[in-house]
């Protein structure tokens, strides 16, 4: 297995982690399909749910260099990597602080699950540094963040985050799905564990369910003497379908922050809208921190239009109404409607998230095309 460190994003997402075969000298890691391994002289015992098979191992190399990590780990989706590594670090009588603004279905996980099992936590409203040290108690054992958040891509301050924990003796846990490891990577910044649902820009091409957790040798033993138990490890063949999306994935996410970028600035000028989010955009309110903690600003935007939304909607011919991100297709959602349909009306209002907010996952198209789309289900 190729360990490489030290290289440029395009070159690790090509060579890291690959395992050719000695026999055949093929160029790609081969697909092991085997579920059952001999156990007699060899090194480790080798079974798909202790994650140390070949296709497994490869892929978690592959992340875990991306993210400037010691170690890597995929799951069978996002949520079995967060929930795997939340479990991982809380028993009862243990306390967790969590950014409030996170994904539905982390929040929705926090909610159900933690008290169940006698596990206290926090929601902190606001992105302030200053009320997550607040916020930690004596039997804190972590913070978790996400940054850019969704839908208003509001940026938390990663370094003051880590600085906080690192002084009072609490771990860090960040979802950085939305920037992925090209456009933010937080162990460079002191977080302890990175956390991805590899089903979006990893996989990229809207067609594998996948997780992913990055952090150190250490804090991975931890990790994966409970995944183990609860056996969210990913197939063989998905894991190679995995692999092969990440060689392209600078390339994708590349054009991705490109077409965003032009998208924000086109949208922000057009006389029909009412806001734009885009942490690219220098009326972001956290452009600046933006800038300080991510190498390019992603391909998530969201922004309100003045009209009905479902009419704008259907009227774009490119851009697909499908829930889900990160594809090489762009794609447009309601979170009115999608992800905060849970919420009600005002609880929606309260977090800033109109009826009439779309958030859009630009793909890699010819932003001329997705510009035009745009224009034109403006114009009616
Ligand atoms: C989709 C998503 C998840 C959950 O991932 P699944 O692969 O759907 O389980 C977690 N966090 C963020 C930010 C996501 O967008």
């Known amino acids: 297995m190729k360990k490489m460190k030290n290289h440029h994003k395009s070159t690790l997402a090509v060579h890291a982690g690959t395992a050719t075969d000695p026999h055949h000298k093929g160029a790609v890691t081969p697909i092991h399909t085997s579920t059952a ?14 994650f140390n098979t070949p296709n497994l191992t490869v892929v978690g190399e592959k992340i875990a260099a991306l993210e400037n990590g010691e170690a890597g780990m995929v799951f069978s989706s996002g949520m079995a990597a967060i929930t795997t590594a939340i479990f991982a670090f ?6 967790a602080v969590f950014q409030n603004d ?7 996980a926090v909610t159900k699950e933690l008290e169940r099992y006698g596990i206290e936590y926090t929601y902190v409203e606001s992105m302030n540094p200053e009320d997550y040290r607040n916020a930690i108690k004596k039997n804190t054992r972590f913070i978790f963040i996400e940054t850019p958040s969704n839908p208003l891509m509001k940026i938390i301050d990663i370094r003051a985050i880590a600085e906080i924990a690192k002084e009072r003796g609490v771990l860090t846990l960040i979802d950085n799905t939305f920037a992925s490891p090209i456009n933010q990577n937080p162990i460079d910044f002191g977080i302890d564990v990175v956390l991805h649902s590899a089903t979006k820009y990893l996989g990229g091409h809207s067609d594998i369910s996948s997780g992913a957790i990055v952090t150190s040798h250490k804090l991975m033993e931890q990790i994966h003497a409970s ?7 990913l197939d063989a063949q998905a894991c190679a379908l995995l692999e092969r999306s990440l060689k392209t ?13 032009a998208i924000a600035e086109f949208l922000e000028s057009h006389p029909k809208l009412e806001a734009v989010y885009y942490p690219g955009l220098k009326s972001h309110p956290d452009y600046e921190l933006a800038k300080s903690q991510m190498g390019g600003f992603g391909g998530m935007l969201s922004f309100e239009v003045s009209g009905n939304p479902d009419q704008f ?25 999608t992800s905060h349909a849970k919420l009600t009306a005002d609880q929606r209002k309260a977090v800033g998230i109109k009826d009439s907010l779309l958030r859009l996952s630009t793909g890699i198209e010819h932003v001329e095309d997705l510009i035009e789309d745009l224009k034109r289900a403006l114009e009616v």
């Open 102 to 108: 996170l994904y539905g279905g982390t929040h929705h």
């Open 37 to 50: 391994f001999e156990y007699l002289d060899v090194e480790r015992h080798a079974y798909p749910r202790y």
């Open 249 to 261: 994935l600078e390339i994708r996410v590349s054009r991705q922050n490109e077409n965003a970028m």
């Open 227 to 233: 995944a183990i138990h609860f056996g969210g490890n």
């Open 90 to 95: 809380l028993k009862q009588g243990d306390h």
């Open 313 to 337: 909607v259907k009227s774009l011919k490119l851009i697909a109404p499908v829930m889900s991100l990160g594809g090489v297709e762009s794609t447009i959602t309601c979170p009115a409607q």
